[in-house]
């Protein structure tokens, strides 16, 4: 133990000696760790929100009981089941807006209602029972009860809503509220109805007669046919993951290269070390040590910096998953011990990947081993082909992957091939790039420039591939997320065809605002929307009545369509589906419609698939006859004011305030399509924030790589650089020639990575979007932004050299000449 502890004490003289190589290495493993574990830190308190939510209502373990239609239906029908001995609990579901937040509102029976479901409690006692009914309690989460009570206009709100006392109960999920059935009727103007009846144990539906079943107009919903909120997201998670681990493994990069130096110019020691009676397995186990503390420190405050990181991050993620799936999320970071024992052994196993080469070759070294500290340097073009042979193979996985499986992981498995394979091609090809500027150079000092530039890409390698790898990923993101963008934009125009969404018309206000529009202008008409939320082959599908009308026939764009598409849907015997259903269902042109009632399936035809994106249900729009014959009961309060011709801006402010005064419609009744439109904009906005959020971060990573890689190699190039000054190049020159090889590293980098960037953005577009949503994104390319980010690489390496080149230039002569002095 007496040798162990001082051969680690001399092997830690090293670090005093080599702050920056220090500074490297737990930079690295910092910033490796700080990204990793914040992105799962949001994934868990994803986790964790989704488990509330669907355990509130039974989670994934309770039938339940729903209307055909899928509508809302008398509660007396509870009433009719518990006489007949069926043991089920009424519940009531409903949305309102509350200061600009969506709350979903849950009404339910707290005499039936299953007790150990969600952790959801009225209280232990009677007294407790009684308060929640009379007069009333609110049950709610803390983070929700802070948005409700942080100001007068909330309040006055929710006293307009008629919504009972609040109560805060730590179980209970965000943004939704739980009282009493009668209070959630009342708030939600459903008097008299319920959406489900939940069973109160897994077999209290078990021996329900179908008799009975279709006398009500009811149908049980066996658990698995829920929808799982985990099931919709894990696209979005997945992507997230993507991101932590390319962070982490950039982190890596940073890491490997300190490391590897390190043991290069601690050679001599380590050499010194054998020759007085260090065993090699003694001196491995010593270099183990070393690092596991190193890693456990820059582990440990990596995990508090990927807290702070998280939290951060967590309204904007809360946002995108509201905006994407209609999810909603704590932002309140809650977490267990077991994400910092993760996040520390992540730490500690990515040290030890990173440190294996070094290790193995500490284990291996004989005791006369050269003390060249140079070594490294000279031998790392030996790997560069290696490393070129490797990439080859990666590339060829990444190929195969996609022919060979199916699904989102092979997806990402695809791009982390064709990312590791490009990585490691980029120093052989900077090496080839170098070489052919040096070839073409016809002056001495430019020829050293080049010939330096090419030795120094061994040093740099790790930090270049962080920074290849960064501008990959923003290129590939970028523009897909801008490509989304531009469809989304041209999607909204032709989707929204009527230039105004009604809400809350009976039929007798409808009729008469058609005639009134009729006196107007013959090319104004209103066309009735209807809507109902089935479930297809476990997935929710909306499906659309619609009447027909120039207007979507002016707008509504198709990915494929039968010649007579329009003609068929007016007649009934042909409907429209979404890109998303029709590769769900694995549905074509001509098919019959599975799962409609009756015999719709059999008689029904998709006439037209047309692109839905980013709508996580399928969609099904038909003509309004045909849906009135399916679903008679459904809501008919929905229209669009279609105007023709357009009236101004004014014109449309007019029109609503007379709509809204003659018909006493609240103006949230009435939506214009340029509202909608921004509307529909910032919510796109809010979910890709996160996205730009974590590009920055992963590019300032790579940015911090090439620094501390920079700092790491100045003192070892002060013997390349000595002999120019002694011959009479200054070191103001010398600066700006250190300057002038990193952005030259850095724009070959950037011009390598912006192919594999654009091929990313086809693997994100063409696969795991498809995998993910069900529907593939037309690409589009944006030059402007490649030359954005090309600057910006720019920017980042000059930003990078700038301190090093500073030093070069403020070095004292003396240290210089010393160069001269040594044994070199």
Same mark, same amino acid.
């Given at each position: 133990?007496?040798?162990?502890?001082?051969?680690?004490?001399?092997?830690?003289?090293?670090?005093?000696?080599?702050?920056?190589?220090?500074?490297?290495?737990?930079?690295?493993?910092?910033?490796?760790?700080?990204?990793?574990?914040?992105?799962?830190?949001?994934?868990?308190?994803?986790?964790?929100?989704?488990?509330?939510?669907?355990?509130?209502?039974?989670?994934?373990?309770?039938?339940?009981?729903?209307?055909?239609?899928?509508?809302?239906?008398?509660?007396?029908?509870?009433?009719?089941?518990?006489?007949?001995?069926?043991?089920?609990?009424?519940?009531?579901?409903? &949305?309102?807006?509350?200061?600009?937040?969506?709350?979903?509102?849950?009404?339910?029976?707290?005499?039936?209602?299953?007790?150990?479901?969600?952790?959801?409690?009225?209280?232990?006692?009677?007294?407790?029972?009684?308060?929640?009914?009379? %007069? @009333?309690?609110?049950?709610?989460?803390?983070?929700?009860?802070?948005?409700?009570?942080?100001?007068?206009?909330?309040?006055?709100?929710?006293?307009?809503?008629?919504?009972?006392?609040?109560?805060?109960?730590?179980?209970?999920?965000?943004?939704?509220?739980?009282?009493?059935?009668?209070?959630?009727?009342?708030?939600?103007?459903?008097?008299?109805?319920?959406?489900?009846?939940?069973?109160?144990? %897994?077999?209290?539906?078990?021996?329900?007669?179908?008799?009975?079943?279709?006398?009500?107009?009811?149908?049980?919903?066996?658990?698995?046919?829920?929808?799982?909120?985990?099931?919709?997201? *894990?696209?979005?998670?997945?992507?997230?993951?993507?991101?932590g681990m390319l962070s982490f493994i950039v982190g890596l990069f940073m890491v490997h290269s300190a490391t590897g130096l390190a043991f290069e110019q601690r050679r001599p020691l380590i050499r010194t070390l054998r020759?007085?009676?260090?065993?090699? $397995?003694?001196?491995?186990? =010593?270099?183990?040590?070393?690092?596991?503390?190193?890693?456990?420190?820059?582990?440990?405050?990596?995990?508090?910096?990927?807290?702070?990181?998280?939290?951060?991050?967590?309204?904007?993620?809360?946002?995108?998953?509201?905006?994407?799936?209609?999810?909603?999320?704590?932002?309140?970071?809650?977490?267990?011990?077991?994400?910092?024992?993760?996040?520390?052994?992540?730490?500690?196993?990515?040290?030890?990947?990173?440190?294996?080469?070094?290790? +193995?070759?500490?284990?291996?070294? %004989?005791?006369?081993?050269?003390?060249?500290?140079?070594?490294?340097?000279?031998?790392?073009?030996?790997?560069?082909?290696?490393?070129?042979?490797?990439?080859?193979?990666?590339?060829?996985?990444?190929?195969? =992957?996609?022919?060979?499986?199916?699904?989102?992981?092979?997806?990402?498995?695809?791009?982390?091939?064709?990312?590791?394979?490009? /990585?490691?091609?980029?120093?052989? #090809?900077?090496?080839?790039?170098?070489?052919?500027?040096?070839k073409l150079a016809r002056h001495p000092l430019p020829e050293w420039f080049w010939a330096d530039s090419r030795q120094q890409i061994s040093g740099l390698s790790m930090a270049l591939m962080a920074l290849m790898l960064?501008?990959?990923?923003?290129?590939?993101?970028?523009?897909?997320?801008?490509?989304?963008?531009?469809?989304?934009?041209?999607?909204?125009?032709?989707?929204?065809?009527?230039?105004?969404?009604?809400? @809350?018309?009976?039929?007798?206000?409808?009729?008469?605002?058609?005639?009134?529009?009729?006196?107007?202008?013959?090319?104004?008409?209103?066309? !009735?929307?209807? &809507?109902?939320?089935?479930?297809?082959?476990?997935?929710?599908?909306?499906?659309?009545?619609?009447?027909?009308?120039?207007?979507?026939?002016? +707008?509504?764009?198709?990915?494929?369509?039968?010649? *007579?598409?329009?003609?068929?849907?007016?007649?009934?015997?042909?409907?429209?589906?979404?890109?998303?259903?029709?590769?769900?269902?694995?549905?074509?042109?001509?098919?019959?419609? !599975?799962?409609?009632?009756?015999?719709?399936?059999?008689?029904?035809?998709?006439?037209?698939?047309?692109?839905?994106?980013?709508?996580?249900?399928?969609?099904?729009?038909?003509?309004?006859?045909?849906?009135? /014959?399916?679903?008679?009961?459904?809501?008919?309060?929905?229209?669009?004011?279609?105007?023709?011709?357009?009236?101004?801006?004014?014109?449309?402010?007019?029109?609503?305030?007379?709509?809204?005064?003659?018909?006493?419609?609240?103006?949230?009744?009435?939506?214009?399509?340029?509202?909608?439109?921004?509307?529909?904009? $910032?919510?796109?906005?809010?979910?890709?924030?996160?996205? #730009?959020?974590?590009?920055?971060?992963?590019?300032? #990573?790579?940015?911090?790589?090439?620094?501390?890689?920079?700092?790491?190699?100045?003192?070892?190039?002060?013997?390349?650089?000595?002999?120019?000054?002694?011959?009479?190049?200054?070191?103001?020159?010398? /600066?700006?020639?250190?300057?002038?090889?990193?952005?030259?590293?850095?724009?070959?980098?950037?011009?390598?990575?912006?192919?594999?960037?654009?091929?990313?953005?086809?693997?994100? #577009?063409?696969?795991?979007?498809?995998?993910?949503?069900?529907?593939?994104?037309?690409?589009?390319?944006? %030059?402007?932004?490649?030359?954005?980010?090309?600057?910006?690489?720019?920017?980042?390496?000059?930003?990078?050299?700038?301190?090093?080149?500073?030093?070069?230039?403020?070095?004292?002569?003396?240290?210089?000449?010393?160069?001269?002095?040594?044994? $070199?």
């Open positions: 133990m007496t040798d162990a502890f001082w051969c680690l004490r001399a092997l830690l003289g090293y670090w005093r000696r080599r702050p920056l190589q220090f500074l490297t290495l737990f930079a690295g493993l910092i910033t490796a760790t700080a990204l990793w574990s914040g992105v799962q830190a949001i994934n868990s308190q994803a986790r964790q929100s989704y488990d509330k939510a669907a355990a509130l209502m039974g989670g994934d373990a309770l039938p339940f009981l729903a209307a055909i239609k899928g509508t809302d239906f008398p509660d007396s029908r509870f009433g009719e089941f518990r006489r007949a001995g069926v043991s089920v609990s009424p519940v009531l579901e409903g &949305k309102i807006e509350v200061a600009g937040r969506t709350l979903r509102i849950i009404g339910i029976d707290p005499v039936s209602y299953p007790r150990d479901q969600g952790g959801l409690t009225v209280g232990e006692t009677t007294e407790d029972l009684i308060r929640f009914l009379d %007069p @009333g309690r609110t049950l709610l989460s803390p983070a929700t009860s802070t948005l409700l009570t942080s100001g007068p206009a909330p309040m006055r709100m929710l006293a307009e809503h008629g919504i009972p006392p609040l109560t805060i109960q730590p179980s209970m999920p965000d943004d939704v509220l739980v009282m009493d059935m009668f209070p959630a009727q009342a708030v939600l103007e459903r008097m008299g109805f319920v959406s489900k009846l939940v069973a109160t144990n %897994p077999t209290a539906l078990a021996h329900v007669s179908p008799t009975m079943l279709r006398e009500a107009g009811l149908k049980i919903v066996q658990p698995e046919e829920t929808i799982s909120m985990d099931g919709l997201t *894990d696209s979005f998670h997945l992507n997230l993951t993507a991101f020759a007085c009676g260090i065993s090699a $397995r003694k001196l491995t186990l =010593v270099l183990i040590a070393e690092l596991m503390g190193m890693a456990l420190l820059g582990g440990a405050i990596g995990m508090v910096m990927g807290y702070l990181i998280a939290a951060a991050l967590l309204p904007d993620v809360a946002a995108s998953l509201r905006g994407l799936y209609g999810a909603s999320i704590g932002t309140d970071l809650s977490l267990g011990p077991g994400w910092w024992l993760l996040g520390l052994g992540m730490s500690l196993a990515g040290a030890l990947l990173a440190t294996a080469n070094s290790l +193995h070759k500490a284990w291996r070294l %004989p005791v006369l081993a050269s003390a060249a500290p140079m070594t490294w340097y000279r031998q790392q073009k030996y790997w560069l082909r290696g490393q070129a042979m490797a990439s080859v193979f990666l590339f060829g996985i990444a190929a195969l =992957v996609p022919l060979l499986f199916n699904g989102l992981v092979s997806g990402f498995v695809m791009i982390g091939a064709l990312l590791l394979g490009a /990585a490691l091609l980029l120093p052989f #090809v900077l090496s080839i790039l170098v070489g052919i500027a040096g960064a501008l990959s990923v923003n290129i590939g993101v970028g523009t897909m997320v801008e490509s989304f963008r531009l469809t989304f934009t041209d999607w909204l125009e032709s989707r929204l065809v009527s230039d105004l969404y009604i809400n @809350g018309l009976n039929p007798d206000q409808a009729n008469e605002l058609s005639r009134n529009l009729g006196q107007t202008s013959a090319g104004n008409a209103l066309l !009735p929307i209807r &809507k109902v939320d089935q479930v297809m082959a476990g997935w929710p599908v909306e499906i659309y009545g619609f009447q027909d009308h120039k207007a979507y026939h002016d +707008h509504w764009a198709f990915l494929q369509a039968t010649p *007579d598409h329009w003609k068929q849907v007016a007649a009934g015997t042909g409907v429209l589906v979404s890109e998303q259903l029709a590769r769900r269902m694995n549905l074509s042109l001509n098919d019959p419609l !599975p799962g409609l009632p009756g015999a719709s399936s059999r008689t029904v035809t998709i006439s037209g698939i047309f692109p839905d994106y980013g709508n996580p249900k399928g969609m099904i729009m038909m003509a309004i006859d045909r849906f009135d /014959a399916l679903w008679p009961d459904a809501p008919a309060d929905r229209f669009g004011l279609y105007l023709d011709p357009k009236p101004d801006r004014q014109g449309y402010t007019r029109l609503i305030s007379d709509i809204t005064d003659r018909y006493a419609l609240t103006p949230d009744q009435i939506t214009d399509q340029a509202a909608l439109k921004a509307y529909s904009l $910032r919510i796109f906005d809010k979910t890709f924030a996160v996205t #730009v959020a974590l590009n920055s971060l992963t590019l300032m #990573v790579a940015g911090t790589a090439l620094l501390t890689g920079l700092l790491s190699l100045s003192a070892a190039r002060l013997p390349f650089l000595a002999p120019l000054w002694a011959m009479g190049v200054t070191r103001k020159h010398l /600066a700006f020639l250190e300057l002038a090889k990193s952005l030259s590293l850095a724009a070959f980098t950037a011009l390598f990575a912006a192919p594999f960037g654009l091929l990313l953005a086809w693997c994100l #577009v063409a696969i795991v979007n498809v995998e993910a949503f069900g529907w593939r994104l037309p690409l589009h390319w944006f %030059p402007g932004q490649w030359l954005t980010l090309f600057l910006l690489a720019l920017l980042t390496a000059l930003i990078a050299s700038l301190y090093p080149a500073l030093r070069l230039y403020r070095i004292r002569p003396e240290k210089l000449l010393k160069v001269f002095a040594d044994e $070199r």
